[in-house]
C-alpha cells in the first residue's frame, strides 16, 4: 500500500477544514470536508484553478437552492428539478467538471430546516467555500511537486525497459507470456507519462527568461515521449510479427537486427546526453540507412508468389515503416539535445536529481 503526497493532502485538508469549521461555529462541518476532498489537486496552479472554478459552482448551486426553496418548497420532487437545472448550466457553460460541488451545495442548502432557513443556507454555502479554502492553502503549504525530475526519471525508465525487451526480442530470447504483461504495462506507463508532461506544462512561471526556458524543455520532453512511444511500437511489433522476424533469410534478418541495435544504442545515449553524462552522440556513421533495409525486403517480398505470405510481409513492412520512423525520430531528438546544449546553458539546467 502506498500513501502519495496526494493522499496525505487530502486527509490533511479534510482535517484542517473540520477543524476550521468548529472552530468558526459552522454546525454542517461535513460539507467543509466534502468540498475539501474534492478541491484536492496535485499542482498549485491546478489547485489555484480549482478554487476559482468551483467557487463559481458553488455560487450557481446557491443561487438555484435557494431560488427553488423559496418558490416551490424543499420537497425531493424540486430538489430533483434542481440537480437537473443545474447539471444542464454547467453543461451549457461547459465548466461541467465542477458540478459535482454545485450539486454538494444545492443539496445541501435545500436540506436546511425551513426555520432559519437563510442562516442555514449561509452557514452550508460558507462551509463548502471553507473546504476549497482549505485545501487551496494545504496546496500551497506543501512544497510543489518536481515535475521535472519525475518526467525524465520516468521517460528514462520507461524508455530504459523497453529497449531491454527490444534486445532481447531481437535476439529471440524472450518468454511471451511475461512479454505481454510488459506491453500491456507499458501502455499504461506511456500514457500516464502523458498525464505528467500535462502537470509539467501547467507548472506556472513568472519570469520572461525562466519562461523562456520551460518552453525549450518543453520541446525536449515532448520529443523524449515521442521517440519513447516509438521504441513501445517497435517493440509491438516485434512482438506481433516474430515468427516471420525470426524466419527471414539471414541476409536480410541479420542488417535488421544490426539496425535494431544500433538505434537503441543511440537511443540510450542521447538520454545520458541529456543527463550531461556523455558529449554529444551522432548517429554512428558506418550504419546503413534503414531506406536501404525497406529497399531489401521490398525486393524480397517481390520474389515470393505465395499469396499466402500477404500478411506475413505486411506485418515485416509495417516493421520496418516503424524503424523508419523510428529512426527520424532519434535524429530529431539529437538535433533538437545538439541546440538546447549549445546555447542558453545556464538556463537549460534540468532539475535532475542523480
Not at 76 to 87: A, E, F, R, Y
Not at 126 to 135: E, I, Q, R, T, W
Not at 292 to 318: G, I
Request: charged share 20%; proline share 3%.
Amino acid at each position: 500500500m502506498k500513501f502519495g503526497a496526494r493522499i496525505l493532502k487530502t486527509g490533511l485538508a479534510i482535517v484542517l477544514s473540520l477543524y476550521v469549521a468548529q472552530w468558526v461555529g459552522i454546525e454542517a462541518t461535513v460539507f467543509a470536508g466534502i468540498a475539501a476532498a474534492f478541491a484536492i489537486q496535485p499542482s498549485v496552479y491546478k489547485s489555484y484553478q480549482t478554487v476559482l472554478e468551483q467557487a463559481q459552482a458553488n455560487i450557481i448551486g446557491a443561487l438555484f437552492a435557494i431560488l427553488f426553496s423559496l418558490l416551490f418548497g424543499t420537497e425531493p420532487i424540486v430538489i430533483g428539478m434542481v440537480v437537473v437545472l443545474i447539471i444542464a448550466v454547467h453543461l451549457q457553460l461547459k465548466i461541467e467538471q465542477t458540478v459535482s460541488i454545485a450539486l454538494v451545495t444545492a443539496i445541501a442548502i435545500m436540506e436546511s430546516p425551513v426555520d432559519g432557513f437563510s442562516i442555514y443556507a449561509f452557514q452550508r454555502f460558507s462551509a463548502v467555500m471553507l473546504g476549497v479554502v482549505c485545501a487551496f492553502l494545504v496546496n500551497l503549504a506543501f512544497l510543489p511537486p518536481k515535475y521535472e525530475n519525475r518526467l525524465y526519471q520516468s521517460i528514462s525508465e520507461t524508455t530504459q525497459d523497453i529497449i531491454k525487451w527490444i534486445r532481447l526480442s531481437n535476439y529471440h530470447m524472450t518468454k511471451q507470456n511475461m512479454l505481454k504483461e510488459d506491453i500491456e504495462e507499458f501502455k499504461e506507463c506511456l500514457v500516464k507519462l502523458e498525464q505528467v508532461y500535462l502537470l509539467y506544462k501547467d507548472e506556472r512561471v513568472y519570469s520572461r527568461k525562466k519562461k523562456y526556458a520551460k518552453a525549450r524543455k518543453l520541446v525536449v520532453f515532448r520529443q523524449l515521449l515521442t521517440a519513447a512511444n516509438r521504441a513501445f511500437f517497435i517493440l509491438s511489433q516485434i512482438n506481433r510479427a516474430e515468427h516471420d522476424y525470426q524466419h527471414l533469410p539471414d541476409h536480410v534478418r541479420t542488417p535488421l537486427t544490426q539496425e535494431l541495435d544500433t538505434l537503441t544504442r543511440f537511443h540510450e545515449q542521447l538520454l545520458e546526453n541529456l543527463r550531461g553524462r556523455t558529449k554529444e552522440v551522432p548517429l554512428e556513421a558506418h550504419h546503413v540507412p534503414i531506406k536501404t533495409r525497406f529497399k531489401e525486403l521490398y525486393t524480397l517480398a517481390q520474389n515470393e508468389n505465395e499469396p499466402e505470405d500477404e500478411e506475413r510481409w505486411m506485418h515485416l513492412f509495417s516493421l520496418v515503416s516503424n524503424l523508419l520512423e523510428y529512426h527520424y525520430e532519434l535524429e530529431h531528438l539529437a538535433l533538437l539535445l545538439s541546440s538546447f546544449n549549445s546555447f542558453h546553458q545556464e538556463d537549460n539546467e534540468l532539475e535532475i536529481k542523480a
